[in-house]
């Protein structure tokens, strides 16, 4: 079993709906929770940490966590063409190191 | 301020050479990460070091990869020899200090190994 695991995608809705973007993780004992960003071409880039139960909000982002369930979520609300790239959830496991999902594919059509 | 700093941004070396890859983290970061990332396998840690030090190195894929950390603003990931199957983009990521474990990636180095 993966450590981490992402719907495969990819995922396509229109311009303005909400995009949701789904994880679920093994080890119980995480404890920190990230979202990525990746570009075509592109680096991760750091868009939403979570680290309690509950969701956090941030612009058009909101992290949702359920460590009950072992599952993080994404929204993107009002979603625009701008948004699609590849999202990469990422989950602290140990002590220092984050184990990746194999992220999932978003395309945002106009 | 600037961020994580990789060289070079693309390589195309023939199997069997020498190549190092160059990584300068965000300052005032004490733990670095080196990461591969193909279509097959997505993002695999590599290795990564605290205050310079190697902690854990079992992603390392064989011994032909070595990484060093000489001091806090310096990092080299070398493989010697490379091989077609090596081929794959590099990243280079920094943490800052603290209770936080927010990752902050560098744009990477797209090696090709003909």
């Known amino acids: 079993q993966k450590e981490v695991e992402q719907n495969s995608g990819p995922l396509s809705v229109p311009e303005g709906a909400i995009a949701s973007l789904n994880c679920t993780y093994s080890?119980?004992?995480?404890?920190?929770f990230f979202w990525y960003r990746q570009y075509s071409g592109k680096s991760p880039e750091l868009i939403m940490s979570?680290?309690?139960?509950g969701d956090k909000e941030d612009g058009r982002f909101t992290a949702q966590l359920n460590k009950a369930s072992q599952y993080v979520s994404l929204l993107i609300r009002d979603s625009q063409p701008s948004d699609s790239a590849t999202y990469l959830c990422?989950?602290?496991?140990?002590?220092?190191?984050?184990?990746f999902g194999t992220g999932t594919r978003l395309t945002v059509i106009p | 301020d600037a961020g994580v700093i990789q060289s070079p941004r693309h390589e195309v070396t023939e199997m069997g050479q020498e190549v190092t890859l160059r990584c300068k983290p965000i300052?005032?970061?004490?733990?670095l990460f080196w990461y591969r990332q193909t279509m097959m396998r997505g993002l695999e840690l590599l290795i990564y070091?605290?205050?310079?030090?190697?902690?854990?190195d079992s992603g390392m894929p064989e011994d032909r990869f070595s990484a060093k950390m000489p001091n806090a603003s310096f990092s080299t990931l070398k493989i010697q020899p490379s091989e077609p199957r090596d081929s794959a983009v590099y990243f280079c990521?920094?943490?800052?200090?603290?209770?936080?474990?927010?990752?902050?990636f560098g744009p990477g180095t797209r090696l090709t190994v003909t």
């Open positions: 990521a920094s943490r800052k200090r603290g209770s936080s474990y927010e990752q902050y």
């Open positions: 080890d119980r004992g995480s404890q920190s």
């Open positions: 979570i680290y309690s139960n």
């Open positions: 990422a989950v602290q496991t140990g002590a220092n190191n984050l184990f």
């Open positions: 300052s005032g970061h004490n733990s």
């Open positions: 070091f605290n205050n310079n030090v190697p902690i854990d």
